[in-house]
């Protein structure tokens, strides 16, 4: 079992930056590949970003690619979301997933879930 908790999100103007953060407890993150989703009011969870659990291999979501960036600190048991030059499009709540097999882009297959973190680009 491992408990995710997201924090970092907030409101921000077109243009800006916000880190997002997902800590990880009960297990170390290193045992899973990691991923980002988001998901806006009456639409599906949307893949944004996922990486291995060495941090060797990463993947974007089209929309994002150039804009976002996963990585972890292993020190802190912690997967980031660096997310730069928002757009009011990227407003979602953001979610963090694990899962222990290879990383994918369909939430189905995601073990584990946080509670997400409200993103709000103003425009």
């Known amino acids: 079992q491992v408990q995710l908790v997201e924090s970092g999100g907030g409101l921000v103007q077109a243009g800006g930056s916000l880190r997002l953060s997902c800590a990880a407890s009960?297990?170390?993150?290193?045992?899973?590949?990691m991923a980002w989703f988001r998901q806006c009011p009456g639409k599906d969870r949307e893949f944004v970003a996922a990486?291995?659990?060495?941090?060797?291999?990463?993947k974007y979501a089209d929309s994002v690619t150039g804009r976002f960036t996963i990585s972890r600190d292993y020190a802190w048991n912690t997967v980031l979301l660096q997310m730069n030059s928002l757009k009011p499009e990227d407003t979602a709540v953001y979610y963090c997933?694990?899962?222990?097999?290879?990383?994918?882009?369909?939430?189905?297959?995601?073990?584990?879930w946080g509670q997400g973190t409200q993103v709000t680009v103003s425009s």
């Open positions: 997933a694990a899962r222990g097999g290879r990383p994918t882009m369909d939430a189905s297959e995601y073990d584990y």
């Open positions: 009960g297990r170390t993150l290193s045992s899973f590949n």
């Open positions: 990486e291995n659990y060495s941090g060797s291999f990463s």
